[in-house]
């Protein structure tokens, strides 16, 4: 929240929607774990047809 600039640009934005600190951390914390999950998933496999 200090040095990332998309971060801060964030913060500022929920900041003046009314979200008090917890709520943008917890916001925050929503989206990072969101990416982490999709870099984490398994791909789906394919079914390959049988020669």
Avoid: N, W
Wanted: with cysteine.
């Amino acid at each position: 929240m200090r040095f990332h600039q998309p971060t801060i640009d964030y913060v500022a934005r929920r900041t003046t929607e009314g979200k008090t600190k917890r709520e943008i951390i917890q916001c925050l914390k929503r989206h990072v774990i969101r990416d982490v999950y999709h870099l984490l998933r398994p791909a789906p496999r394919t079914a390959f047809a049988a020669s």
